[in-house]
């Protein structure tokens, strides 16, 4: 690899490695060590092709989530078999990773634009920005960096948007499925919210069980599939669909929160 080679957004890919190598090996121990992050699924990862896989996930805090996801998915292609033991797989990992975020986070201070460098597609919500509700049109400049994205690898999304569970699905991800055809890998995630604040960034409580359950990709039929149907396959596919509160009372869901708070691996 040349020193100063770019990827398709102008990030140097020597730069990009070490960002990934140094801040990776500094977030270890918040999926090993201070608390203990449970995968299943791996071996999925292995068999995919090395473009145009859209990985799509519930979502819990704004950065965590997809530092565990960058741990396991390289662990996964330095053939670990559901596990992060020690740090060798950083060394060099896929340099082809991006994850969707919203501009507007990956613009709130220091942190956040290093790790922005690490692989962000930042994007311009539709939906809220600063705190309130807004109602305003997709930027085609950011569905075209999402399809750039796509083309040299692999690409993160939470469709929901928000961290908050249950809420409906964004149906722009349906809208890039049909449009770009990639392989939908569905991941879902827990044990996150109660490990860290919000933002991901500080370990609130430790000796949590966190868990990532990666899934067979989606069988999804691109041309015939109404948006609709890719969502509703998206909310079962991240156990994020409405049925799976009816499953629980709300009142005993609330009560099970306040216990997990509690609960240790």
């Known amino acids: 690899m040349g020193l100063f080679k770019k990827n398709p957004f102008g990030h140097i890919l020597f730069l990009k490695k070490w960002l990934i190598r140094i801040m990776g090996a500094i977030s270890h121990r918040r999926f090993r060590g201070?608390?203990?992050l449970q995968i299943e699924g791996s071996d999925?990862?292995?068999n995919l092709p090395d473009t145009n896989v859209l990985f799509i996930s519930n979502h819990q805090t704004y950065f965590a989530d997809v530092v565990a996801m960058f741990h396991v998915f390289n662990a996964s292609l330095s053939n670990?078999?559901?596990?992060?033991?020690?740090?060798?797989?950083?060394?060099?990992?896929k340099l082809n990773i991006y994850y969707i975020a919203a501009k507007e986070t990956m613009r709130a201070g220091l942190l956040p634009k290093i790790l922005a460098y690490a692989g962000a597609i930042p994007i311009e919500r539709t939906w809220r920005s600063a705190g309130k509700q807004v109602n305003?049109?997709?930027?085609?400049?950011?569905?075209?960096?999402?399809?750039?994205?796509?083309?040299?690898?692999?690409v993160i999304t939470f469709p929901q948007g928000t961290t908050t569970p249950f809420k409906p699905i964004r149906k722009g991800t349906a809208h890039i499925i049909?449009?770009?055809?990639p392989v939908v890998v569905p991941i879902v995630i827990d044990g996150f919210r109660r490990s860290f604040d919000k933002k991901g960034l500080r370990v609130k409580k430790k000796n949590i069980l966190q868990t990532m359950e990666i899934k067979a990709p989606l069988s999804i039929d691109y041309d015939?599939?109404?948006?609709?149907?890719?969502?509703?396959?998206?909310?079962?596919?991240?156990?994020?669909?409405?049925?799976?509160?009816?499953v629980i009372p709300q009142e005993v869901l609330e009560e099970q929160e306040?216990?997990?708070?509690?609960?240790?691996?």
């Open 34 to 36: 201070f608390n203990e």
């Open 44 to 46: 999925v990862l292995r």
């Open 80 to 93: 670990r078999d559901d596990n992060i033991k020690n740090i060798g797989y950083l060394w060099n990992p």
């Open 136 to 154: 305003r049109q997709v930027k085609m400049s950011d569905i075209t960096n999402i399809k750039r994205a796509l083309d040299d690898g692999w």
């Open 178 to 181: 049909k449009q770009y055809k």
């Open 224 to 246: 015939n599939e109404t948006n609709e149907q890719i969502v509703e396959k998206i909310e079962y596919a991240i156990e994020q669909h409405p049925s799976f509160l009816k």
């Open 258 to 265: 306040k216990l997990n708070k509690k609960r240790e691996w």
